[in-house]
Structures are given as structure tokens and as C-alpha cells.
């Protein structure tokens, strides 16, 4: 499966009936989970997806008739949804985890709908929707495969994309002996065992004063105005541009990284445990290691790539030359070993990741 996402441009008539479209979604989402959530608490009794799925007639004749302006398949959709979460939820449970049990919508708080099957057609660049109409596209990049569902979302900013999700043929890049181990840092963004450095481009640094900036004037307004929902836009702007740039990098290194090498070797960070760390907590999610490692993991597996992840536990105090646990503090940016190696400590743990990768497969480091 291989998403397809676009910039769409509805007129104003258009962006009128999204919106109402929307609302009556977050209406119906919010009583399938108002009925789940009263059936267990009064009769300990289970609803299912396909008995929330059947009473969405019921609903359109009597409590809300305005459902029957949006699409079946959309209401399908979103009962399942809620079934999702529901879901999610006992597995969180069954963890051991701590987790949120599912929210109602707020209004404003609903911000996509899906056309699963039917109910959609690409026509040049143009979208045509049931129930909506001719909405132009910004077709950057043909459509491939056999497309599955159609996803309109509205983004904080008030942009409008829609998102394909299409059934695809794999792409396998030609087979590549080349081996890496990347170490990941903060000093710099990552550190390759081929020696080479990439340094961090720490994009949310680059804009605190800029959001700083917005959020005084948010924090001036009055909670509850519409000069505070104003004040708001300018703040998602500011944060969409980070997620950008942000993006923009790990996509554009992930693709150098499994176009280049066969076999790429990573550190498995605990980076939520990571920052717990006060100190670095900022520095740590400026990073978007996770990020990275997701993107080189999704692109390998379509190109016929691995992706190992390895136990990240010494890599940087274990000497790459003889196997000696050297103490080091994190201000301590130099490998130094009594057997003579004297390099630089991320570069060492790019060597041993390397090494524990090619191990974990049978392989000769």
C-alpha cells in the first residue's frame, strides 16, 4: 500500500459543504461513541461496528436528517472509526499501558472523512466527490496502482489535501553489498560508519523566535473570542512550517540512505523514555530521529532493503578496535583506548552498530 497525497483548492460554496460535511461526521462519530459508552455502563453489554453501522438509517429518519447529505460509505466509515479506537484501547490495557479511553469531538476537532470503494474519480486534475462536486487538484505526480480509499482532510492552517491510498507493485532497487551503521546524535543529526557526518539542522530551534512571537499574541486574547481563534492560525502556521522542513529532510536522507546502501543498521532509541530528560527534552524531539528511521524503513521495504534495529545498550563506551568498556561522560566527544584508538566516540558507535547489525544476521562484521 503506497499514499498518494495532494493539495486540493474548493471554492468557497465548496469549502462551505466540507465543512457542514464534517460537522455532521463529528456529530455522528460523537454518538456512536455516546451509544458504546452507555451500553456498557448501564447493561454491560458490547456494540459492535456492524450494529453501530445499522443504525445510521435510523438516524437519518429521525434525529438527524441532515446525515443523508453525506456519503453512505463516509458514515460507514466513521463508525468504524470509533470502533478503532475502541479497540486501540483494550490493546493499550492488555499492555499494561496507561491509556486515554476514546473522546468526543469537539467542534472544530473533526477534521477528515474517507470514501472507501466508491463515491470518488480522479478526472485530470480534477476531483469530483459525491455530494460535494469538481474540486481542482494540484496533480504533482501521476496516480499509480489501483486506488483503495480517498481521504479529504483539512489541516490546522485551513488547507485542504486529499490523500489516496493505492494497492501497488514494489519497486526493487538492484541488489547492493554496501553496509552502514548510523549513529544518531544530537551533536551531530547522524554519524555514518562510512565516516561521514551529517549535521543537525535543529528546525524548531531556527524558529522559536518566530513562534515565540505568535504566542504572545495568542496569549493576549481573551480565551473563548474569535480574536483568539484568529491568534490561533498564525501559531499551526508556524508549527506546520517546522513539520515541513522537518519532513523534507528525513524524506530526502532516508531516500539518499536506501538508494545508496543494502543493508542499513540503526539504534532501537526508547526516544519517549529519552525525553523524560529535562535537559534535553527539546533538543531530543527537535531531532526527529524516529522519524527517520520510519521513513528508511517504509522506503526499504518497498525497495527491497533491510533495515536492522539493534540494542543500543554501550555502543558509544565499547571500543570498535578491541571490545574494552571505556567510561566516558556525554561532554567527552573523543574515543580514547589503552589498545590506541583514538577517534571520534559517535563514529565508534557507528563502527559497533554496525558490527552488532551484521551479527544479528550471521553475518562476518
Known sequence: MKAYKYRIYPTKGQERVLNALLEE???????????????????????????TKRMIPVYKNTARPTLGKVYSQVLQNVTERVDLAFKAFFRRVKQGETPGFPRFKGRGRYDSMTYAQSGFKIEGNYLDLSKVGRLWMILHRPVEGKVKTCTIHRSSTGKWYVCFACDVESEILPASDKVVGIDLGLTHFATLSTDEKIDNPRFFRKE???????????????????????????????????????????????????????????????????ILN??????????????????????????????????????????????????????NRIHQCICGLNICRDLNAAYNILRLGLQSVGSNP
Not at 522506503?299 to 570498535?320: D, F, H, M, Q, Y
Request: hydrophobic share 35%; charged share 35%; with cysteine.
Open 278 to 331: 529535562h535537559c534535553l527534552a527539546k533538543s531530543i524531539a527537535d531531532a526527529s530521529w524516529s522519524q527517520l528511521v520510519e521513513f528508511t524503513s517504509n522506503k526499504a521495504e518497498g525497495a527491497g532493503r533491510k533495515v536492522i534495529l539493534v540494542n543500543p545498550r554501550n555502543t558509544t563506551k565499547i571500543c570498535s578496535k578491541c571490545g574494552i568498556l571505556t567510561d566516558k561522560s556525554l561532554a
Open 208 to 274: 522559536e523566535k518566530a513562534l515565540a512571537k505568535v504566542q504572545r499574541r495568542l496569549s493576549k486574547e481573551e480565551k473563548g473570542t474569535p480574536e483568539r481563534a484568529r491568534r490561533r492560525r498564525p501559531v499551526a502556521r508556524v508549527h506546520e512550517r517546522i513539520r515541513w522542513k522537518r519532513q523534507d529532510f528525513t524524506h530526502k536522507l532516508s531516500r539518499r540512505l536506501v538508494n545508496e546502501f543494502g543493508t542499513i543498521v540503526f539504534e532501537d532509541l526508547n526516544v519517549k523514555r529519552m
Open 25 to 51: 461526521c463529528r456529530w455522528l462519530y460523537n454518538k456512536t461513541l455516546e451509544i458504546r459508552k452507555n451500553a456498557w455502563e448501564e447493561e454491560q453489554r458490547q456494540v459492535d461496528w456492524y450494529e
